[in-house]
């Protein structure tokens, strides 16, 4: 019998009750790992976990918290702690994406909103794994980013704790070099989401026509931004008719928390279909 690439591993996923953080619980519990499911709605997560226990005949353990939450943050932890005595791997799937604003138009209620999430509940989370992992010497820290690392179009706001997010991961892989510990970053491509992340479409814009903003620039020399909005840059600088397929992201993650990835090291992995080349 083949053993599977999670087999045993305990893995919190954060951000799992559906789009792609649920889609990552589905592969981890099909390679073999006891998938610790968060996120803010209880009834949807306890859903989400029940369905892909069901799919995959693995565990799942569903445990509610809101990432920027400091309490409940703890809570997690402590509750996985007590449940398994440890856990293997973390994958930070949660983000306040913003409304696709440049900085401009923002006040300090957005930046606090987006900070809060995308900065401050990453570091803490990061905080409480890295302090369970150096303690047994192994562990793996996968954190979702963006391709907004690469080509910053997006929100201001959201870009710049994308930013934190790689400085941050950069630094706890130095800080691990030798130990049994690894900390890496995946981006994902385009892919419509509830939050609107990384979504394919937008609600009050037609994108039917992807290369219009382009067809702008070759006229007019610069990008409009019309009442402070990234996305007709966004649309000019992407080709988002190939969303990426959510499966091949997840097999990206599998490969980087299992044991075939133990020399991989402070990388950033993306997975887009190209479609931000």
Known sequence: MNRK??????IIVVGASGGLGKVFATEFAREGAIVVMTG????????????????????????QADYKDK???????????????????????????GEQLSLEVTDEAYVDEIIDTDVKGLIRYNRRALQHFLEKDSGCILNIGSNNLQHPICDSVYCAA??????LSKQLAMRCVGTG?????????SFPSASGANATTFADVDTSHL?????????????????????????????????????????????????????????????????YL
Request: net charge negative; glycine share 10%.
């Open 5 to 10: 690439m999670l087999d045993g591993k305990v």
């Open 40 to 63: 803010r709605n209880e009834e949807k997560l306890r859903q989400a976990a029940a369905e892909v226990a069901e799919e995959t005949g693995g565990r799942t353990f569903p445990v």
């Open 71 to 97: 309490e409940d943050c703890d809570r997690l932890f402590d509750t996985v702690l007590a449940e398994f005595g440890t856990f293997d791997g973390l994958v930070t799937n949660a983000s306040s994406t």
């Open 162 to 167: 994308k930013y934190a997010m790689y400085g």
């Open 181 to 189: 510990v690894r900390v890496n970053i995946l981006n994902p491509g």
């Open 211 to 275: 290369y219009d903003a382009g067809e702008l620039v070759q006229a007019s020399g610069r990008i409009p931004v019309p009442n402070g909005s990234m996305i007709p840059i966004m649309k000019a600088r992407t080709n988002r008719a190939v969303p990426v397929h959510l499966e091949q992201v997840a097999y990206a993650a599998v490969y980087i928390l299992s044991d075939l990835a133990t020399d991989v090291q402070g990388q950033m992995f993306t997975v887009d279909r190209g479609g």
